[in-house]
């Protein structure tokens, strides 16, 4: 079994949940809400939905941050790449990786705009990196 730091874990998550906050509301939440469709009156009908919403995806992140913590073990071990950069590389690689890919395709599909494709993938980027600098400092 692959010694995975719990503690680092639930950082990383709750961690990659305060960013989400800010990515959506600060910093792009009127550009994320208008590329969407959305207005004050369609977000405030999810208001109720909201504590649900907010617990599903921190168990995202908590799974997320598991097995990004996987991820950054075998970077280090197997790619002899030790502390922050590790955790940036296995970040970065997975987002490549999974992430992207998906969200383009996803983008293609529902002919959605390369500038909210930025906004969401953009934030899955930075989130993972961060995750990742979490855990490699924490391992």
Do not use: C
Not at 63 to 70: F, M, P, Q, R, S
């Amino acid at each position: 079994m692959v010694p995975i730091n719990l503690m680092a874990v639930l950082v990383a998550a709750i961690v990659t949940m305060v960013l989400g906050y800010i990515w959506f509301g600060p910093l792009f939440g009127k550009l994320w809400m208008r590329l969407n469709g959305f207005t004050m009156e369609t977000m405030s009908a999810q208001k109720g939905k909201m504590a649900q919403m907010y617990i599903i995806m921190f168990i995202g992140a908590l799974v997320t941050a598991y097995v990004l913590a996987g991820v950054h073990i075998f970077a280090s071990t197997y790619l002899n790449i030790g502390g922050i950069d590790s955790g940036i590389l296995a970040g970065f690689m997975s987002w490549l990786g999974f992430t992207a890919p998906v969200t383009v395709n996803y983008t293609l599909t529902t002919q959605k705009s390369w500038k909210l494709w930025a906004v969401n993938s953009g934030y899955y980027l930075v989130s993972f990196v961060v995750m990742g600098i979490i855990l490699a400092v924490w391992a």
